[in-house]
C-alpha cells in the first residue's frame, strides 16, 4: 500500500476487517517488520486518539516514530505556491515536505479543511503535495476530506458488535458550537457505502454531503424516522458542504442531539461517536455512558486500524 486516503486504498474490505481481527489478537506478531523504520507524524491540527493510537500501532510493528506539531516549534509553513513570502511564514511546504520525507520511511499527515476555500479543501491540496513531494508512502491521519483510519475503525467496532447479518446504521447530524469539517462524515458514508449494512443519513436540510462520498446512499430528513429500528447510532456534527454556506453553521437545533428520545425508537441500537465530543449538544451524558455506548471501544479500535495500515505499507516497501 503507498498511499491511504480512503476505503478505495484498503481493497477488499471484508478481508481488511478479517486481516484487522487477526491483528487485534495478536498485535506484536509483526514487530520485525517495521524494524529500523521511522514513522513520522505531522500534526497541523490537534489530536488526542489518532497521535497516541497510530503511534501505538507503529511501537507495536517495532518501528520508531517522530511526532512533528507543526503549529508549535516548528517554522510557520506556507502552503500556496506563487506567494509572496513577504509575511509571517519562514518556511514553504514544498522545502518542508522533501525534507520531512529524508528523515523517515512512512508519513502520516493531520491537516483539517480551512472551511474557506472549498477547492482547495476538497483537492486535498495539502494532502497530495506529501504524496507528490515526500517521495514517501503517505497515510491520511484526518486530511481535508476524509478520515479513513477513523472509518476503518468505526467499521471494525461495527463488525464486532452487530447482532445480524446487515444491521441498519443510522449517522445522524448533531449540533455543535463550532464549524467542523466534513471529513469523518464522508469517509463514514464511503466504508458504510462499501459495507454489508442497511445506510441511512439524516440530516437537517442544508447539510448535504458531497455526493462523491453519499454516493446514492438513502438521505432521510426527519431524524425520529432515520433512526427507526436502528442497529447502530452514528453522531457527528458538520459544517455545510454546499454553497453558498461551504464551512458555515446554518442549523444549531438541539433538538438533534442524541438523547433517550432517539434512541427509544432503534432497535436498542448502539451509540458511536469517533471522539472527541461534547456532551449535550451532541449526545445526552445519559446515552454515552449507557451501556449501549460504544465510544471506547471503538476509540481503541483506532489502535487497530491504523497497524492494519502501517502493516500493509511496511509489506509493500
Ligand atoms: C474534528 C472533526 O470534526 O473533524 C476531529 C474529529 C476526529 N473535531 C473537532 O475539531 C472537534
Ligand atoms: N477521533 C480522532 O481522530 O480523535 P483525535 O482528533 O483526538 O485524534
Redesign the pocket.
Known amino acids: 500500500m503507498k498511499t491511504y486516503t480512503n476505503v478505495k486504498d484498503l481493497g477488499d474490505l471484508q478481508k481488511a476487517v478479517q486481516e484487522a481481527l487477526e491483528v487485534k489478537k495478536n498485535r506484536f506478531a509483526y514487530k520485525h517488520l517495521g524494524e529500523n523504520k521511522t514513522l513520522l507524524m505531522v500534526f497541523f ?3 488526542l ?2 497521535r497516541l493510537s497510530t503511534q501505538k500501532a507503529g511501537m507495536n510493528l517495532g518501528m520508531n516514530t517522530i511526532v512533528l506539531d507543526v503549529n508549535q516549534g516548528a517554522w510557520k509553513l506556507e502552503t500556496e505556491r506563487g506567494v509572496i513570502m513577504d509575511g509571517d511564514k519562514s518556511e514553504h511546504l514544498l522545502e518542508a515536505i522533501p525534507v520531512m520525507g529524508s528523515y523517515c520511511d512512512l508519513i502520516g499527515v493531520r491537516s ?2 480551512g472551511l474557506q476555500d472549498k477547492t482547495f479543501d476538497y483537492n486535498e491540496t495539502i494532502l497530495n503535495q506529501f504524496i507528490e513531494h515526500s517521495g514517501k508512502p503517505v497515510f491520511s491521519m ?1 486530511a481535508a476530506t476524509g ?1 479513513p483510519l ?1 472509518a476503518f475503525a468505526d467499521l471494525i467496532t461495527i463488525e464486532e458488535h452487530k447482532r445480524t447479518a446487515r444491521p441498519k446504521v443510522v449517522m445522524t447530524w448533531a449540533p ?1 458550537p ?1 464549524a ?5 462524515p464522508n469517509s463514514f458514508a464511503d466504508f458504510m457505502n462499501e459495507a454489508d449494512v442497511d445506510f441511512v443519513i439524516t440530516h437537517p436540510k442544508g447539510y448535504e454531503l458531497d455526493e462523491k462520498f453519499v454516493r446514492g446512499a438513502r438521505v432521510e430528513y426527519d431524524q425520529m424516522k432515520a433512526l427507526e429500528g436502528a442497529d447502530f447510532v452514528y453522531a ?3 459544517s455545510a458542504y454546499r454553497d453558498p454556506h461551504y464551512g458555515q453553521i446554518i442549523n444549531t437545533d438541539r433538538n438533534w442531539t442524541v438523547g433517550q428520545r432517539q434512541m427509544a425508537v432503534t432497535n436498542n441500537a448502539f451509540f458511536m461517536h ?3 465530543v ?1 456532551r449535550n449538544m451532541i449526545v445526552t451524558d445519559d446515552v454515552i455512558e449507557s451501556p449501549q455506548s460504544l465510544v471506547i471501544p471503538e476509540a481503541a479500535n483506532r489502535e487497530i486500524s491504523a497497524q492494519v495500515v502501517l502493516k500493509r505499507m511496511l509489506e509493500t516497501m
Not at 467542523?180 to 469523518?184: E, I
Open positions: 491540527n490537534s489530536s486518539r489518532t483539517f479543511a484526518e478520515h477513523q455543535h463550532r467542523l469539517p466534513q471529513a469523518v457527528k456534527n458538520w469517533c471522539l472527541p461534547r
